[in-house]
C-alpha cells in the first residue's frame, strides 16, 4: 500500500496547528540503521480513509518521500476526542533482513456450520481478535484465518492453534502463555424468581381481613329477628 509522505521543515505546537488547519497531518518516520528519524505531513483525508482500511494497519507500507521510496510499518496514530480528524500518525522503518513483531487481526470463519452451534445450540464467542506475531516483513500476512467449524461444547481454541503461514511464528509469551482465543459455551438461562414475601404474607391475610366484615353482618341478621 502507497502513502504519499512530505517532508516537515516547521515543527512545534502552533506549525501543527496551521498544519492541521490546512488539511495535513504532521507525523513521523523513524528507524533504520542509517537514517534519523524524519518529521513529514501527510493529506489528512487520504490518511484518514486509510486508517479505516484494516490491511493499512497490518501491512508493510510504502512511503514516497522525497522521491524515494521507504519500507515502513503504521506503529501508532492520535485521533481527536470526539472530531473525525487524526492529530499524529507514526511510521517505522524496516529492513528487509530483520524480523519485525506485528499484532496482526484473526478472521474467524465457519463457527454457524460447526456442531456446537447447528446442534448444540452454543454460542461461540472471540476472546482475542488480534494476536502477536513475529516474522520478516515479506512474510507478515495482512490477516490469519481461525476455523472454527469443527468446534465443539466446551471448547476453547487456543493461539497455538492457529494455522500460521511459512516464515510466521508467535512472539515468545503467547506462544509460552498459549492464551484462549476462541470458545463454545451453552447460553445459562436464569430461573424465574420465587414469589415475593409480601405477596404470600397478602394470600395468608385475606381471610382474616373479611372476617370482621361477616361478624358484623351475621350481627345485623340477629337484631332484625
Known amino acids: 500500500m502507497k502513502v504519499v509522505a512530505f517532508e516537515r521543515s516547521v515543527q512545534g505546537t502552533g506549525a501543527s496547528r496551521r498544519l492541521r488547519n490546512s488539511g495535513k497531518t504532521p507525523g513521523i518516520i ?47 496514530y492520535q485521533m481527536h476526542p470526539f472530531k ?29 456450520e460447526s456442531e456446537a452451534v447447528k446442534f448444540g445450540g452454543a454460542v ?6 488480534e494476536i502477536e506475531i513475529t516474522c520478516l516483513p515479506a512474510d507478515l500476512p495482512e490477516f490469519l484465518e481461525v476455523d472454527l467449524s469443527k468446534i465443539v461444547i466446551g471448547q476453547s481454541v487456543h493461539a497455538k492453534d492457529v494455522v500460521l503461514p511459512k516464515g510466521v511464528s508467535l512472539v515468545l509469551h503467547i506462544e509460552q502463555d498459549n492464551p484462549v482465543i476462541a470458545n463454545a459455551r451453552i447460553p445459562t438461562v436464569k430461573a424465574e424468581p420465587e414469589p415475593v414475601a409480601a405477596e404470600v404474607a397478602a394470600a395468608t391475610t385475606a381471610p382474616d381481613a373479611a372476617a370482621p366484615a361477616a361478624d358484623k353482618e351475621a350481627k345485623e341478621k340477629e337484631a332484625k329477628s
Do not use: W
Open 84 to 112: 473525525p480528524l487524526v492529530l499524529h500518525v507514526d511510521f517505522q522503518r524496516v529492513s528487509a533482513t530483520e524480523k519485525i513483531h506485528m499484532r496482526v487481526p484473526l478472521h474467524f470463519k465457519g463457527a454457524e
Open 124 to 129: 461461540v464467542s472471540h476472546i482475542a481478535n
Open 30 to 76: 523513524y528507524g533504520g540503521k542509517q537514517e534519523s528519524p524524519s518529521a513529514i505531513e501527510l493529506d489528512h483525508n487520504a490518511l484518514f480513509h486509510a486508517l479505516r482500511k484494516e490491511a493499512f494497519h497490518s501491512s508493510i507500507l510504502d512511503i514516497e518521500l522525497n522521491g524515494k521510496s521507504q519500507k515502513a510499518l503504521l506503529r501508532d
